[in-house]
Every structure is written in structure tokens, then in C-alpha cells.
């Protein structure tokens, strides 16, 4: 593609070089074809001479003799400049039929059979564009794609992801599904050798696998790399596969118009009326300023600190002129999924997007159009992973003061990490949540139903939208573990506090801070010794 471009963009170039060619040409005949000044002409022969018609002659004969061998050079470098722009043309020819638009591949259904000797042809190319056979520059050492290794049980991977393990077995299907076709597809391979004919042969069966490694380049493919026994000890035998990826094709281009879209944000409280004061803060900020396409629902349990949370809301409707907003009361123990299932059913209008919130979340007006983009009735919902923020006093503890809020939220190894295992902020259509039965309201306190409803919908014909967002943020608070759970939950929520306090380098400065303190110490005394 690159090099059809380059031809291409080329072409005009070429021409205009030829042009300028012709018209030089033409300039140098002119020159050539005028005649000499008075001073430089050619002595002629004496009038009363024998010879003077045959003097004329022979001039002549001899200014005709270089006009021409002038022209035929001239022919030359035309017929050489056409020449050359033929084979320009035919290369670039080539070059569409060696490596074709990966429309065409798509749309050209007149030919399926040149369409798909396109493809394979694409495919093959593929091989030679990765790293495949040779190795290649790199900047950086960040640039280096790393491989995975694999066994008949495990996968040691670099990017654990949820289940935070570097070893496991594979659980999701799709990869499970492809280690297993790329063992069977490489064991064929061996027990059917190229050009073996009816020899006789070793079988090669799963037992035979070592171990193998591969590596995904996302705009190439995925190389595939397989250790089996050999026929002695320390032989060996090895396969290289590589799945290539097909050109990229076009599935849809729409305009999507969400101007009339409107979210409920449905908020779940009890107490925590200062939270609820800086989560009003964010709202009006983003939700009333910035979208304005938005409404509030506060499900509140209890009646303690009710009061000051509803002057709170009513304070901001007030100076931001907002009256979108419903305040419900129950009189019951805090249940999350209750207050968000109650707050969703209380919803009498049209059919809107739900966005499950707590009261501890900032969120960013770009997140709000992601959750609306993210969210089609029967068919899409979201469920967005969010940035979990440290401590912040730990991690500015070395500074003069710790920054403002908004200044905080910074995604770097250093401030937060990705929490991929929480499931209560969400975005869905109202019809959905409906249809798939809502929150299990047999599961009390905090925890657990959120869990229960993601599998609702993974197990339903809807596609669930799991990503990174960067404008939704889990605000960091103190992590209570209670006296009265048993040794060993005690143990885990210590274990999520520590988790959620600070990075693992930052913990460690925190354990070592004595001899790093020792270590200055002496430091310092050694530099007043000198």
C-alpha cells in the first residue's frame, strides 16, 4: 500500500520531468537550427572558384549529417524516459495485484476467485512484514513485544489482568480454544511430514509437547513457536506457525447523534455526608456545566445525617438552576443493590441510561458521551474499568502539601491502578436492566450484587463493553476491616487495604524507611568528616 502511494504521489513528478525534457529539447534544436553572427560564420568559397557548388554541398550535407544524429539522440532519451515511466507503471501494477486494497478484498464480488488469491496473497505478505525470519530495529527496549510461554495446563503470561496470577491455567475461551488448535495443527504437521510419501514414522501425540512460546503483533499476527521430543534425549524437534491477520474491512460507518440522550445517574447513600458534598461538587461541575444532558437519583437509607445530605442537593439546584433530580428514602439497612434497583424502577420516562454510581466516583463529561456510545437498547451494554487512586498521603507525603483533587487524578503506576475487579459502575439502558432481572435484593450490606448482575448479562445475547476509561475514577478512602470477621477475612481485607494504599515500590519505602533514614544518616555525617 505504502509503496502505491509513494508510486503514486511520484507519477505527476515524472510527467512534469518529461515535459520539462520535450521543452528543453526544442530550445536546443532552436539554438542549434539558428544561424551563426556575421563574425562566426563559416568562410565561403571564392565566387570565381571551381568548387563553389560543391563547398555548398558538402556544408549542407554536413549540417543535415549533425541534425540528425542530434534528433535520433533526442528519440533515445524520449524512447528512454517511456520506457522507464512503462516500467513504473507496470511495477506499480504488480504491486496492486501482489498486495491489494483490503476493500477490494471485501467488496470485489464480481471475481471471488481473483479476490481470493488477493487474500492469500495478503496473508503471505503478512509473513514477511513480522518478525518472523529476521529481527528488526528497535528504538527502545520498551518496544520490544514480549513472548508468552505456554504448556499442555499453563500459560506463564507478563499482563495477568484480572485474575492477577502470572501463572494460570487459561480460562478464557477464546484462548484456550486457540492454544489447543495451534498444539493440534503443529502435532499434524509432524505426523505428516512434506515429501514423506508411505514411509514409515514416528506418531507424535500431545504427550510429545515441551513447551512453546508466542507473541501477538497486533497489525500482523500471532507467531507461534512449538518444542516436541525428539528421537533421542536431548533432540528435538520444532514447529513455527503463524496466523496471520486478515486486511482490515469495514463493518459500519453511521452518524450517531446523542444530543437527546439522557443519563440517570443513580447514587446508593447512607451518612457519608461530607463524600456526598465533593461528589456534588464533580456532579455540578460535569453533569449540570459541562453535559447538561443528565439527571440525579439519590436512593437514601436511614435518616441519619438525611438532612444535611438533602440541603446539600437542594443547595446545588438552587445556584445551578438544576431541577433534574429525584431524593428517595427508605427506612431500612444500607443495601446497595436495593437503592440501585429501586432507583432505576422509580424512573416513569422514557428509556434512558443508567449509570450506576457511588458516592466516592469522579467522573469526567467525556466519560458521560463514552457511556452513552457504549449503551444501545438490546444490544450493548457497559461496563467500564475504572482508575483507583492510592493513598494520597503516602504518595505526596514528601511533599510541602498534597495537591488539589483534580490535580491528583493522574493515571501513572505511581497514583492508582486499573481496578479490573469491580463491577458496580455501569452503564445500561433502563429496558435492559429490566429485561435481565435486575439486582439478586437477597444480598445484603455492600459487595457481591454487582458480581451477580454482570453475569446476568454475560450470559445473555448482549455484548458486555469492558475497557479502560480514563475519565472515571474510584477517589481513594479508608479501607475498615471489622473485628468480627474470621481470621481468614480479616487476613484478605488486609490484604485488599494494602493493595488499595499504595503502589508495591511505595509499600516497600514504607518497610525500609529505618535503614533508608540509616542510610542518609551516615551520609550525611561522612560529607561533614570531608
Not at 80 to 107: S, V
Not at 331 to 345: H, I, M, Q, Y
Not at 488 to 498: L, N
Request: glycine fraction near 6%.
Amino acid at each position: 500500500m505504502m509503496l502505491r502511494r509513494g508510486f503514486i504521489l511520484f507519477l505527476p513528478r515524472l510527467v512534469g520531468l518529461l515535459v520539462v525534457a520535450c521543452c528543453s529539447v526544442s530550445i536546443v534544436y532552436m539554438l542549434a537550427c539558428t544561424p551563426k553572427g556575421d563574425s562566426q560564420q563559416l568562410a565561403l568559397p571564392r565566387v570565381h572558384s571551381l568548387t563553389v557548388k560543391e563547398g555548398y554541398e558538402a556544408i549542407l550535407q554536413e549540417r543535415e549529417e549533425q541534425h540528425r544524429n542530434y534528433i535520433i539522440s533526442l528519440k533515445k532519451q524520449i524512447a528512454q524516459l517511456k520506457a522507464e515511466l512503462q516500467g513504473r507503471t507496470e511495477q506499480l501494477k504488480n504491486m496492486q495485484d501482489r498486495y491489494p486494497d483490503p476493500l477490494d478484498i471485501q467488496l470485489d464480488h464480481s471475481n471471488p476467485e481473483k479476490a481470493q488469491a488477493n487474500l492469500l496473497a495478503f496473508l503471505h505478505s503478512q509473513i514477511n512484514k513480522a518478525e518472523v525470519h529476521s529481527g528488526v530495529k528497535l528504538s527502545t527496549e520498551y518496544a520490544a513485544v514480549p513472548f508468552e510461554s505456554f504448556t499442555l495446563q499453563k500459560v506463564y503470561q507478563l499482563e495477568t489482568g484480572l485474575t492477577r496470577h502470572p501463572e494460570e491455567k487459561p480460562v478464557r475461551k477464546d484462548k484456550r480454544d486457540e492454544l489447543i488448535e495451534v498444539i493440534e495443527l503443529a502435532i499434524g504437521s509432524l505426523n505428516n511430514p512434506e515429501g514423506a510419501g508411505n514411509a514409515k514414522h514416528r506418531v507424535y501425540t500431545a504427550s510429545d509437547f515441551v513447551e512453546g512460546i508466542y507473541r501477538t503483533e497486533k497489525d500482523k499476527g500471532t507467531l507461534y513457536e512449538l518444542t516436541f521430543k525428539g528421537d533421542t534425549k536431548h533432540q528435538f524437534r520444532k514447529i513455527v506457525l503463524f496466523r496471520p491477520f486478515g486486511p482490515v474491512m469495514k463493518v459500519k460507518n453511521e452518524n450517531v447523534n446523542m444530543a437527546d440522550t439522557l443519563i440517570n445517574v443513580i447514587v446508593p447513600l447512607a451518612k457519608r455526608a461530607s463524600k456526598f458534598r465533593q461528589f456534588m461538587q464533580n456532579f455540578r461541575e460535569m453533569g449540570i456545566q459541562q453535559d447538561g444532558r443528565i439527571h440525579l437519583t439519590v436512593v437514601y437509607f436511614g435518616k441519619e445525617q438525611m438532612n444535611e445530605v438533602k440541603s446539600i442537593l437542594e443547595n446545588t439546584s438552587k445556584s445551578a438552576n438544576f431541577k433534574n433530580f429525584t431524593f428517595i428514602q427508605l427506612n431500612e439497612e444500607f443495601s446497595r443493590g436495593k437503592g440501585l434497583d429501586v432507583g432505576a424502577r422509580f424512573w416513569k420516562g422514557n428509556n434512558v441510561v443508567l449509570f450506576f454510581c457511588d458516592v466516592d466516583i469522579y467522573f469526567t463529561a467525556e466519560f458521560l458521551n463514552s457511556c452513552r456510545l457504549n449503551t444501545q437498547p438490546g444490544k450493548k451494554v457497559f461496563y467500564p474499568v475504572l482508575f483507583s487512586q492510592y493513598n494520597p498521603s503516602i504518595i505526596y507525603g514528601h511533599h510541602d502539601s498534597i495537591p488539589s483533587l483534580e490535580q491528583q487524578l493522574i493515571i501513572k503506576k505511581e497514583t492508582g491502578f486499573w481496578r479490573d475487579f469491580g463491577f458496580g459502575m455501569t452503564c445500561q439502558y433502563r429496558s435492559d436492566f429490566i429485561n435481565i432481572g435486575g439486582f439478586d435484593l437477597d444480598i445484603k450490606g455492600w459487595g457481591g450484587e454487582d458480581v451477580h448482575l454482570y453475569r446476568k448479562y454475560l450470559h445473555s445475547n448482549l455484548i458486555v463493553i469492558r475497557t479502560p476509561v480514563r475519565g472515571l475514577f474510584h477517589l481513594w478512602h479508608e479501607k475498615q476491616c471489622p473485628d468480627e470477621l474470621t481470621p481468614e477475612q480479616y487476613k484478605m481485607c488486609m490484604q485488599s487495604k494494602a493493595m488499595n494504599e499504595a503502589s508495591h515500590s511505595q509499600l516497600g519505602m514504607l518497610v525500609f524507611k529505618q535503614e533508608i533514614e540509616t542510610h542518609l544518616h551516615r551520609q550525611k555525617v561522612s560529607s561533614k568528616k570531608t
